[in-house]
């Protein structure tokens, strides 16, 4: 019988859709689109205002929308969509967690007092250095794409974290990837480094997703199926190539550990938090990162649990590597920026020995240690962007010596950010990396937590080197100025300190939120 | 009576939704009679006619066939019987029909942008047909929720083209 004839008429039935439970998402998805009509549609002089409206009242609603869905929300999570959609606690968490963060960035993205016209530029495709970019550096117009695409990838992360198989994560890890790309060529200030980080992480971010696809195509090849749950089945014990299994989850997680700034994956990071607009380097700092720890605790512990004792070998290794690589590295940075770029590959590492737990703890105390890691280091971004010269921001380290004589409250703030991201007492740095470690070490993995409490020693050195830096040299004649933060900037690093204050001295009610539920197996 | 074939044209997200033909085939009777079937069972004879197994790729294989012929024998049969007349313009670089831009000295020339705007537009279109494609097969199967959802699609495909309308994409100039 010939099968290219044999279509024969059936009805399918349509997929049921759980929309209390992917409203927050169809919200951040829907505000995108209107955003890009407003585009399209409302003259020049009100697309900022009208933009800002939008994005952080979408935000908002979609907040409510989750607000209202977690309180009367299933145990055990719902899988929804057919079955590409997991709506679990974890997915909640980490909704609330982007929905908050972003919060945060877009109000930065919006600032236009620190630096007149906003952070950037109206047409980042004129050649750097020629006539019409030194008069597009004057001109305040400003590209209120920016608004719009934030949005796109805000929806494309939070899609990520609910992912259910392997295929509906790939389309979302593009939808979250492809306006980065682009948000991270638009600073209005180094306009060859900004467009520099764009190329660069497009190149790289292209390649890391051939890789994604192609791991994502041997483990189909493996278990028949692209869906999580599937996947764990096969692996459960058949007799299968096991050559399929492990070389595709190698290649899936080289694609993963690269949007997270793992190291060895991370040569990208520093580069693209350096030349990218400092409020998009906040927002791809604490967003992606979520996202992608979300992705990599989700693939880990609903697919591979089984495996575990055949991976962690290698992933031991890898964390390491990326500790290594942070803490050392940051130690000869003389750039704040990239700096922290080399502390967020550091705590990458910190982050995937929580991952690799695959306990309750584990799962709660790397959620958390997300919430709290995305907040201050988004008000870390913050500071850095109020620190600045003739030429923009001055991120040099030497511009920042004895700034704490000239505006004691800023030193100050860094100076409680620092100590956060190095995990002292009192902030929620060290409760995070207390309830990762805590987990990793009943889970059986004590050397590993040793070597990472070495490495959080070296990396406080860095950290701290900038404190003595602000409080006991003297400044400089020629040094930076502090501006006068607007009022958008301000609620951003004040929500950002908040945040790590309050997560450090009572952190168990998020503890509590991460921890009431695992991961929803449905499919 | 045919056998049903499991053959799934809709969406992976779709596959668990549709129906098991095991227990879809003695539900239906009348399904016999639809011209579908008829068609179905000229193609069991065609498909007894070749080889059984891979031999239903046959007319596939002449295709390809065919097509390469018809490449080979179009790129030669220029140089062997057209006569050959060099000026300047055949020798210049090919841009599309358009006159070729000077190239950029060290990374500060101009590139007419218009040429890039237009092949991403085609490939928005392509990308649109390629979507609409499968959706018009399996169009009656898919009812009225499919055709809410293509609807959907083709209405958040027009926002981009709006956007593009409004900033001047469209103008060439």
Redesign the interface.
Same mark, same amino acid.
């Given at each position: 019988m010939n099968p290219f004839l044999a279509q024969q008429m059936q009805t399918v039935e349509a997929p049921g859709i759980d929309w209390g439970a992917i409203l927050p998402m169809v919200i951040v998805f829907g505000a995108a689109c209107v955003g890009v009509l407003i585009e399209a549609f409302v003259p020049k002089h009100q697309r900022w205002s009208g933009q800002v409206v939008l994005t952080l009242g979408s935000i908002a609603a979609a907040g409510i929308a989750l607000g209202a869905y977690v309180s009367g929300r299933p145990e055990h999570g719902v899988v929804t969509m057919g079955t590409t959609l997991s709506i679990d606690t974890p997915a909640l968490f980490l909704w609330g967690t982007l929905l908050a963060l972003s919060v945060a960035a877009v109000l930065m993205i919006a600032d236009r007092s620190v630096e007149p016209g906003g952070s950037f530029v109206a047409q980042a495709g004129i050649a750097p250095g020629t006539v019409q970019d030194r008069a597009q550096v004057q001109s305040t117009g400003m590209q209120t794409e920016v608004f719009p695409l934030a949005l796109f990838a805000l929806g494309g992360m939070m899609a990520f974290t609910a992912a259910n198989d392997l295929l509906t994560m790939f389309i979302a890890l593009e939808v979250l990837s492809l306006p980065l790309y682009l948000m991270c060529g638009l600073a209005r200030r180094r306009r060859l480094l900004s467009q520099e980080a764009a190329v660069k992480y497009f190149l790289l971010g292209a390649f890391a997703s051939a890789f994604f696809l192609y791991g994502l195509a041997l483990l189909y090849g493996y278990a028949g199926s692209v869906k999580l749950a599937d996947i764990a089945t096969a692996a459960a014990g058949t007799d299968r190539s096991d050559t399929l299994l492990f070389a595709g989850l190698g290649l899936l997680m080289v694609g993963l550990l690269f949007k997270g700034s793992v190291g060895p994956f991370h040569t990208w990071t520093p580069d693209v938090y350096q030349g990218a607009p400092t409020p998009v380097t906040a927002f791809m700092a604490a967003c992606t990162k979520v996202a992608a720890f979300g992705g990599i605790l989700r693939v880990l512990t609903v697919a591979f649990e089984a495996t575990s004792w055949e991976w962690r070998g290698v992933m031991w290794a890898v964390a390491i590597i990326s500790m290594a690589i942070g803490a050392v590295l940051g130690l000869t940075q003389t750039d704040l920026k990239r700096m922290i770029a080399y502390s967020s590959i550091a705590h990458a590492g910190f982050l995937l020995i929580g991952t690799m737990a695959l306990t309750d703890e584990g799962l709660s105390g790397t959620l958390f240690y997300l919430l709290a890691y995305g907040f201050t280091t988004l008000a870390a971004f913050g500071v850095i962007s109020l620190v600045r010269d003739s030429t923009g921001e001055a991120t040099h380290l030497s511009a920042w010596a004895g700034l704490a004589k000239r505006s004691p409250l800023l030193a100050g703030v860094f100076t409680f950010l620092l100590l956060a991201l190095a995990g002292i007492p009192l902030t929620s740095g060290f409760v995070g990396k207390f309830v990762v470690f805590s987990a990793a070490l009943s889970d059986g993995m004590a050397p590993l937590v040793v070597i990472a409490l070495v490495f959080s020693a070296v990396a406080a050195f860095f950290y701290l080197r900038v404190v003595v830096l602000m409080y006991f040299s003297e400044p400089a004649s020629d040094g930076p100025t502090v501006s006068v933060p607007g009022a958008f900037t301000t609620a951003s690093i004040a929500l950002g300190v908040i945040v790590t204050l309050l997560l450090g001295l009572l952190p168990t009610f998020a503890l509590d939120w991460a921890g009431a539920g695992g991961f929803a197996l449905g499919g | 009576m045919?056998?049903?074939?499991n053959?799934t044209?809709?969406p992976?997200?779709?596959?668990?939704?549709? !129906?098991a033909?095991a227990e879809?085939a003695p539900a239906g009777p009348g399904?016999t009679e639809?011209p579908? %079937?008829q068609?179905?069972a000229?193609?069991?004879v065609?498909?007894q006619e070749a080889a059984a197994g891979i031999g239903?790729y046959l007319p596939l294989v002449l295709l390809i066939v065919l097509a390469a012929g018809f490449g080979v024998f179009s790129v030669l049969l220029g140089p062997l019987v057209g006569p050959s007349r060099y000026n300047k313009a055949k020798t210049a670089a090919y841009e599309c029909g358009i006159e070729p831009s000077p190239q950029p000295v060290a990374?500060?020339g !101009?590139m007419p942008?218009a040429y890039y705007v237009t092949a991403m537009l085609f490939i928005l279109f392509d990308i649109e047909m390629v979507f609409l494609f499968p959706y018009a097969?399996?169009a %009656?199967?898919?009812?009225l929720?499919?055709l809410g959802a293509v609807a959907l699609f083709i209405a958040?495909f027009f926002?981009?083209d709006?956007?593009v309308? !409004? !900033?001047g994409g469209l103008d060439w100039n």
């Open positions: - | 045919v056998p049903a074939v053959v044209f809709a992976a997200g779709f596959a668990s939704a549709s !129906r033909p879809h399904l639809t579908a %079937d068609v179905l000229g193609g069991q065609l498909a239903i990374g500060a !101009r942008v097969i399996a %009656d199967a898919l009812g929720w499919g958040t926002i981009a709006f956007y309308w !409004r !900033r």
